[in-house]
């Protein structure tokens, strides 16, 4: 293998990032779907040719998506060795959660890139699609129990062979989903960044030629287990369990749990998650791909100087036992995953907290509450309005938690009330942080939001919630208090209603007039309250972040 | 037609250059006088008495950086918020974004605490019908209690106010009556567009920095009036464009990239009139590395920028684009044995090793000095008498020549070519990345450092040449100078393309041209003409992010003639050219409507900069010292920049030397002194 001087690795290291936030940057731009657009639920890469293994990714893709790439690739890698032949110009296209995907939404391209007749490395895309069929707009069926009642299922299959683009692939697509147009314009897109990340990658490969990138592509992997070895080296060796619930998956009304068993030894790291729930009826099972994705991405924040590529994961193991909730297959419904991975992320923030307290992380709130509401329009046309919401972060070693943050695995902005109005019979009556949901501590918890919706719509209104949090509290660490519960409610003739399965709920009818009110968690606080500046509570009271009964009782606080 | 001098100001953190035309003589000077941090006022008018005045100069144009300090050090005026009830807590809320992808610690305090944001009722819908009137009395009592808690300055932000803004004025028109100063701010005033956080934060934002921006304007326009300035005195925006400073007081939020605008105003006269219409500037500073795009001419603008997290400013801005990489830049191994170079930055102070202020982490101005680029003997900026090549040499031998394994000479040559890449890559982004292709741009420095790289730069892009104008230090000044006098503004509409009702988008249109255009008359600068130009923001139904679609359209006779048939073929030329292709069928949307109203002002002639023609090649000559240049040293030639004659021929490697900046010429690279006075680098 040629050897590469440090100096050229950087240089040759800051050229292939920019490929991949290029063709990040091109999806943005020309997605359809505000999932993708604004809210940037895509992630591009470049993979190694026999491995799958990541060598790039772009730096601006969903932060979850960083860690489940290589698993896409290596299914399409598992079908060219079963006998699938591979051409230059093919085009590969699925979503299947347990063939390297995560949940249905998620529409992947896999496309080799070939040099001088040999196969040099492969490049990805991942994108969310709005709608993928199955029994609820949007997807997120939180009472689906089978695969099948969340949507279409494609597996890896040829969407561009040898150039020709397949046209009974694109109609199968186009006949599955209620919103054709925009899941051919976030396609198209998706394209569009393939074809410009071959094309750049082909001219870096004009300029420097193979062996001097494949010798690139070792050092950076190399380099990035050092680094990651270093970190897990900073840790005292020992055994750091820490495990958190999730309120329920929709369908039986029983807590779930993700145990961890964190061993460090040396520059090795052990992650064990046997003790965890086994896969259950409802949406919110994940694969062993998209846990180990949510591993590196836990990993990545308490250690956001190490670099995104395979290496990262050398010198760790992990323990996730087939058909445990972590490790569920075919046909376990998976749609919520989100909720599993961001539990499982505080479990690991808890866990490195356990190790080394005075670095540790207050839980974050924990949850995306995918809300949907819905009808008819009066000339008969459905609208779907479909959203994530925020919530807060937990306090940290160095200040308070942030207000109204998104979620770990993303770095999606929130649609303006403007946009949602202009486009959806609906009327935000309150967007607002919610007082007394920041976990008290010597370092608060960021609080999280109250979101007040009411219905304009002559007709009816469908509503539709898949959240969590509702039953177990985003934890406080070295002596924090935990932060508030999600909270969810709509109005009937008679008063508010809340979700019997906390904050899952699909069906429920408004009328124009009615409002549905979301109260999302705030994290937890990090040390003891009553160690807080008093200056600092007597500010939180002014601005309202603190009721006086809460800075009273939390805080030990009086005037 | 102005016969008496016009001066360009542009004030920095360390000094304030200015640059005086004489159009009567087509003469110009330059001063540099020391700025005063906190009192700016006091170095700008030590820099119009070096140069004569004021007395006697027709205008003074002044690029300005003190909206955009105020906003970096949060020293903006004390802020009240009056907002439609249940949304006082937009502006804390952001987009539910946080500072890094990576890593979740940190908070983020707004400009205006939430116990000064106070609701109303009121309520307008998407619309713009009224769902709920303006409560009068309840906004009046509002502006009474902000004014009891301490406000200085007001905005107002009611949800939808871009769909109908008369809620909006209703309540503007009360908290008028009642505060005691101009400083309220009015979202559908300042920025009439679709999305809350964005016009809340523009409003928000320009109410904080009123106060601040009026008082500095206040107190030069007095020092001007004592000292006997009869003439117009003027602003650069964020836009490139001037504007009266009675508009500066009313939207200051406008200011805030007020001095690096001017600058590529310059830049892209420059490139044009030395024959290149396409140009990247770069602009090399202590501990960050600032590049734009003039195509055609023309500068790129941007329809927003982010001033800090959570501070949004929503208006026709330059495009810069900005890495982490100054000469302050740290280079260090980082612990996966990677070089790197910064974004860590020992600033101006300590600075770099070779200052003696007490640094001693290596910086990319350590490595120039140690490979003989600077020339230790004589600093730029005069504060410093020489610098520490040897401290410089064991910092770099130190902290990355030994993690390495490199000696101190390699290693300095590995930091500058790391940091020559992060700069490239910066290039790339602006070009390549867009769609460019390098080979029609030259790389046009501006301010110090950036004469350092660019032929390093060139190479390593493939641009055309680089372009390193005679001044440097004084471009901003310059661009006061020269720049056109202009006034955006926008309007959402949020219309089907398919059966546009095309007589009342051309009535709009009218009226947004004529509003724009008696800006541009009122500011009293000579202009040879006033363009107005139109754009769409525009898209297909379903896409959230738009594309712009400037309308090949003027008004004639009061009409634009704008059709359906003209804007959708409009769209079809943008989107291809921006997405390669199209998708048919699919219904097009017009989102917004941006006027631009542009008073052209005459043109200057930029010969007027050019060496004394008594100058020689002889005269210039400074001898030779010795460079490294890729792996060993090299003797270089050494010049006094400014006094070779146009048409001069240096081979590299030489170094070329003026008292604001280093020109550095690689081996492989020629320079040439054009009739302007500027040097244009290109390969052998």
């Known amino acids: 293998m040629t050897a590469l001087d440090p100096v050229t690795l950087a240089v040759l290291k800051g050229r292939l990032e920019q490929i991949a936030d290029e063709m990040d940057a091109t999806l943005y731009r020309s997605a359809f779907n505000p999932i993708i657009a604004e809210a940037r639920d895509a992630c591009h890469g470049l993979y190694h040719a026999e491995t799958g293994a990541t060598l790039v990714q772009g730096t601006k893709g969903l932060p979850i998506f960083v860690g489940a790439m290589s698993f896409a690739v290596q299914a399409v890698i598992r079908r060219v060795q079963n006998g699938t032949p591979l051409e230059p110009g093919d085009t590969f296209i699925f979503n299947d959660p347990y063939e390297g995907g995560t949940h249905l939404n998620d529409f992947r391209l896999v496309r080799p890139l070939f040099r001088q007749g040999r196969l040099f490395c492969w490049l990805a895309s991942v994108g969310h699609w709005l709608d993928i069929g199955g029994n609820v707009p949007g997807g997120y069926n939180p009472r689906a129990t089978e695969s099948f009642q969340e949507g279409m299922r494609i597996p890896p299959v040829k969407l561009i062979r040898a150039g020709a683009m397949q046209q009974d692939v694109l109609d199968i697509l186009a006949a599955n989903t209620r919103v054709p147009n925009s899941n051919w314009g976030d396609l198209n897109g998706q394209l569009n960044a393939l074809d410009l990340g071959e094309r750049r990658l082909s001219e870096l490969l004009d300029e420097h030629g193979e062996p001097r990138l494949d010798a690139a592509f070792a050092a950076l992997a190399d380099r990035a287990a050092a680094l990651m070895e270093a970190e897990i080296r900073a840790l005292p060796d020992g055994t750091y369990a820490f495990e958190d619930y999730l309120d329920n998956d929709g369908v039986t009304d029983e807590r779930l749990t993700i145990a961890l068993e964190m061993t460090v030894r040396g520059g090795q790291m052990v992650l064990d998650f046997s003790r965890s729930s086994p896969a259950c009826l409802g949406p919110i099972n994940i694969s062993r791909a998209t846990s180990v994705a949510a591993c590196y991405v836990a990993l990545k924040h308490a250690f956001p100087d190490v670099p995104a590529n395979a290496g990262v994961l050398r010198p760790i193991e992990f323990v996730i036992p087939d058909g445990t909730l972590l490790g569920a297959g075919a046909p376990r419904p998976m749609a919520g995953y989100t909720e599993t991975i961001l539990r499982l992320i505080g479990v690991i923030f808890g866990a490195l907290g356990k190790a080394v307290p005075e670095r540790a992380m207050a839980a974050p709130f924990g949850t995306i509450n995918a809300l949907s509401l819905s009808g008819q329009r009066n000339d008969g046309t459905r609208w779907v309005m479909f959203s994530f919401f925020g919530g807060g972060f937990g306090g940290s070693p160095e200040t308070d938690g942030l207000h109204h943050a998104n979620n770990p695995i993303s770095t999606a902005t929130i649609p303006p009330a403007e946009i949602l109005e202009a486009a959806y019979p609906v009327m935000f009556t309150q967007w607002a942080l919610r007082p007394d949901s920041g976990g008290p501590g010597l370092h608060r918890g960021g609080v999280g939001a109250v979101y007040e919706i009411e219905a304009m719509s002559p007709g009816v209104t469908e509503v539709a919630l898949l959240g969590e949090r509702g039953r177990y509290a985003p934890f406080g660490v070295g002596g924090g208090a935990d932060g508030a519960l999600n909270r969810f409610a709509w109005q009937t003739a008679t008063g508010w209603e809340a979700p019997p399965m906390a904050s899952k709920v699909v069906g429920v009818k408004i009328q124009a007039g009615q409002r549905v009110r979301l109260e999302s968690p705030g994290g937890g606080g990090w040390g003891d309250p009553r160690q807080r500046l008093r200056e600092a509570v007597a500010r939180d009271i002014r601005l309202g972040f603190v009721s006086a009964e809460s800075a009273a009782r939390d805080y030990g606080y009086r005037a | ?684």
């Open chain 2, 1 to 684: 037609m102005t016969s008496n001098p016009i001066v360009g100001v542009d004030v920095g953190g360390t000094f304030t250059d200015l640059f005086l035309f004489d159009p009567g003589a087509n003469a110009f000077r330059t001063a540099k006088v020391p700025s005063n941090r906190g009192d700016e006022a006091v170095g700008f008018m030590n820099g119009l008495r070096a140069l004569g005045g004021p007395a006697g100069f027709d205008a003074i144009v002044h690029g300005t950086t003190v909206g955009t300090n105020a906003l970096l050090e949060r020293k903006g005026a004390k802020l009240g918020v009056i907002t439609t009830q249940g949304f006082r807590d937009v502006l804390e809320m952001r987009r539910r974004d946080r500072r890094n992808t990576w890593g979740l610690s940190g908070e983020f305090l707004p400009i205006a605490e939430r116990d000064m944001r106070l609701e109303v009722p009121e309520r307008t819908l998407a619309d713009g019908t009224i769902h709920t009137p303006v409560d009068v009395a309840a906004v009046q009592a509002a502006a009474r209690a902000l004014l009891a808690q301490g406000a200085e300055a007001c905005a107002i932000v009611f949800i939808n106010a871009y769909a109908n803004p008369a809620n909006e004025q209703a309540a503007a028109a009360a908290v008028r009556a009642a505060w005691p100063n101009p400083h309220v701010s009015v979202s559908s005033e300042i920025l009439p567009e679709i999305r809350e956080f964005e016009r809340a934060s523009t409003a928000a934002l320009n109410a904080y920095l009123q106060p601040v921006v009026a008082s500095y304007l206040g107190k030069l326009e007095g020092a001007l009036g004592e000292a006997g300035f009869g003439g117009r005195f003027h602003i650069v925006q964020s836009n490139g464009g001037i504007m009266s400073t009675a508009t500066a007081r009313a939207v200051p939020a406008r200011t805030a990239l007020s001095g690096p605008a001017a600058g590529v105003i310059a830049a892209a006269a420059i490139a044009r009139a030395a024959g290149f219409e396409n140009a990247i500037t770069c602009d090399l500073g202590g501990t960050s590395f600032d590049v734009s795009l003039v195509t055609g001419g023309r500068m790129e603008l941007a329809a927003q920028a982010t001033v800090d997290f959570g501070l949004v400013i929503r208006s026709p801005m330059i495009e810069i684009t900005t890495i982490g990489a100054g000469g302050g830049s740290i280079a260090h191994v980082d612990r996966g044995g990677l070089l790197q170079v910064g974004p860590e930055s020992a600033g101006s102070r300590p600075g770099p090793v070779c200052y003696g202020q007490g640094n001693t982490r290596p910086t990319l101005t350590d490595a120039n000095v140690v490979l003989g680029r600077i020339n230790a003997e004589r600093p730029i900026g005069g504060a410093l008498s020489r610098l520490d090549v040897e401290g410089a040499k064991a910092a770099i031998a130190e902290h990355v020549g030994r993690p390495l394994g490199l000696d101190a000479m390699a290693a300095a040559e590995a930091i500058v070519r790391v940091a020559n890449a992060k700069m490239a890559g910066a290039i790339r982004l602006v070009s390549i990345e867009r769609g460019h292709d390098p080979q029609k741009f030259v790389a046009l420095p501006f301010g110090g450092g950036g004469a350092l790289h660019v032929g390093a730069l060139i190479k390593e892009v493939g641009l055309r040449a680089a372009l390193v104008p005679r001044f440097p230090g004084v471009t901003s000044a310059i661009g006061c100078v020269i720049a056109d006098v202009r006034h955006d503004q926008v309007r959402t509409l949020n219309l089907s393309l398919e059966g546009v009702d095309a007589a009342a988008l051309d009535r709009r249109m009218v009226e947004e041209a004529s509003a724009a255009r008696a800006v541009v008359e009122a500011a009293g600068l000579p202009v040879d003409r006033i363009e107005v130009r139109f754009e769409l923001d525009m898209h297909y139904a379903g896409q959230t992010h738009t594309v712009g679609v400037p309308l090949p359209l003027r008004v004639i006779q009061g009409s634009t003639g704008v059709s359906e048939a003209i804007i959708r073929n409009a769209f079809e030329t943008a989107y291809r050219h921006a997405f390669s292709r199209l998708l048919p069928g699919l219904p097009i949307r017009i989102v917004t409507l941006r006027t631009a109203a542009i008073g052209v002002r005459p043109d200057f002639d930029l010969a007027a900069l050019a060496p004394p023609a008594d100058a020689t090649l002889d005269g210039a000559a400074r001898g030779a010292r010795q460079v490294w240049f890729d792996g060993g040293w090299h003797a270089a030639t050494v010049w006094s920049r400014l006094d070779l004659p146009v048409g001069a021929l240096v081979h590299g490697p030489a170094i070329l030397e003026q008292p604001d900046a280093t020109v550095v010429v690689d081996p492989d690279l020629t320079a040439r002194v054009d009739r302007f006075g500027n040097l244009i680098i290109e390969r052998e």
